[in-house]
């Protein structure tokens, strides 16, 4: 159960390099890195579309989690909506792993989309078959399972649905 504390200073951000020295502590296990990526991987990653939104959970203003919003060709994947965002790289600091930031990061994520991402009226997501815990927070916190695939680099997928 999360304390009233907790929830108060749970807050989603947009990146800015002022984050850059937490971000470069960050820390995921081998069997969580094969599902997601570092965030400083994502952020510089030249593939990733410039449009894209790198947003960052914040607990009393330090970062404990990260994740992208991206559009474009990879979101075409995905869905076929063009109002959608693709969530990608979801994670949590390992320090902070079970502490319930993943799913209160989740519970911001729509108020965050309606403030930031004008125009956008659905976050769609890949959760790797084999990623079980991260595919029951997903369902639990709003997102809905259409059963739809994706054959992705590390295997199929389910596509998962939020209506913001």
């Known amino acids: 159960m999360l304390s009233n504390n907790l929830k108060s200073s749970v807050v989603l951000v947009e990146y800015t390099?002022?984050?850059?020295?937490?971000?470069?502590?960050?820390?995921?296990?081998?069997e969580q890195l094969q599902f997601t990526s570092m965030p400083l991987d994502k952020i510089n990653n030249p593939n990733v579309s410039n449009s894209a939104k790198h947003v960052l959970i914040l607990e009393n203003s330090v970062p404990v989690g990260y994740f992208a919003l991206e559009d474009g060709e990879k979101l075409l994947k995905y869905s076929n909506n063009t109002n959608a965002r693709l969530l990608t790289a979801f994670s949590i600091d390992s320090r902070n792993q079970g502490k319930g930031f993943a799913k209160k990061g989740l519970q911001l994520l729509s108020d965050f989309v309606k403030n930031n991402l004008s125009g956008t009226d659905e976050i769609v997501l890949g959760v790797n078959k084999r990623n079980t815990p991260a595919y029951k927070l997903y369902l639990k916190t709003g997102f809905v399972d259409e059963n739809e695939f994706y054959e992705g680099p590390k295997g199929p997928q389910h596509i998962l649905h939020l209506t913001v």
């Open 17 to 30: 390099n002022s984050y850059d020295e937490h971000l470069s502590n960050y820390h995921l296990p081998e």
